[in-house]
């Protein structure tokens, strides 16, 4: 027999985790294969028992979960896409108005988990990648009269945009995220997919001659977040030490009562 937690830990299974874009540690193989429990199970493996299956048949079913696993880490829905879409607004706005520094700072705070309101590097490359897919399917963009200034792009991108902006042109950028992970570190696909973000509605501004912000606005709207994040609790006051506490007033002694006379 063999158990999800040695499985885990194996090497080949390690190495098709990372073919297939998903950033793995050992130690966290357990709770990973938990998450894939689900969706193995769908396809009739039951990771606890994974001694009798085909090591074939594993493969194509761990495939098929490892995709639907990275789907859901960059589709972001409710209010984790409504803060998604709003910090790619923000991008998008600090690079229009030559604010390079507030645009790294946004960017500097994505990481690779949601926190305290900011979205998760994946729901950010997710929502930007497929904006771009939709984007570039018809219209100016796909026949290249509003063409796409990467002049500008930051260093630290500039080898991946152009990558982005042909799989968006063939409508699989979205879709090719994972091998962009294996090829680069996830900062630089997140940084990548926001400044063409950037690029792309800039470029629709100028063949319109409209303003950024309406083009921006009609392409990727703002969004209401329904829940704000939950504020941490205040600390409750610390008891005042027992030295400093007045102390209890006592009761009167209570009097002896006269006698009744006869």
Not at 77 to 91: C, F, G, H, M, P
Not at 198 to 213: G, I, K, L, N, T
Not at 227 to 236: L, N, Q, S, V
Request: charged share 25%; net charge negative.
């Amino acid at each position: 027999m063999t158990d999800s937690t040695s499985r885990s830990h194996d090497p080949d299974f390690q190495d098709m985790l990372a073919q297939s874009g998903v950033q793995h540690m050992p130690e966290q193989g357990d709770e990973l294969m938990q998450q894939l429990a689900p969706l193995l199970s769908a396809d009739g493996i039951d990771v606890d028992n994974l001694g009798d299956v085909d090591q074939s048949q594993l493969e194509t079913a761990m495939a098929r979960a490892i995709e639907r696993h990275n789907l859901e880490l960059m589709t972001p829905v409710s209010d984790e896409r409504a803060r998604t879409i709003n910090t790619l607004r923000d991008i998008s706005q600090a690079l229009d108005a030559q604010q390079h520094d507030k645009a790294v700072e946004i960017l500097g705070n994505i990481g690779p988990e949601a926190a305290e309101g900011i979205p998760s590097a994946g729901h950010v490359t997710g929502v930007a990648m497929e904006s771009l897919d939709a984007w570039y399917a018809n219209g100016a963009l796909q026949a290249g009269s509003a063409r796409v200034s990467q002049r500008e792009a930051p260093r630290s991108v500039r080898s991946i945009t152009p990558d982005v902006e042909a799989l968006a042109r063939k409508g699989r950028a979205y879709r090719s995220i994972g091998s962009l992970l294996r090829r680069n570190p996830e900062s630089a696909v997140v940084g990548a997919s926001a400044y063409m973000v950037a690029a792309a509605v800039a470029a629709m501004a100028e063949h319109r001659q409209a303003s950024f912000d309406d083009v921006l606005n009609e392409l990727l709207p703002a969004q209401k977040v329904a829940d704000a994040p939950a504020a941490k609790p205040a600390a409750e006051p610390a008891e005042e030490p027992a030295a400093k506490k007045a102390p209890a007033k006592e009761a009167p002694a209570e009097q002896p009562k006269a006698a009744a006379k006869a």
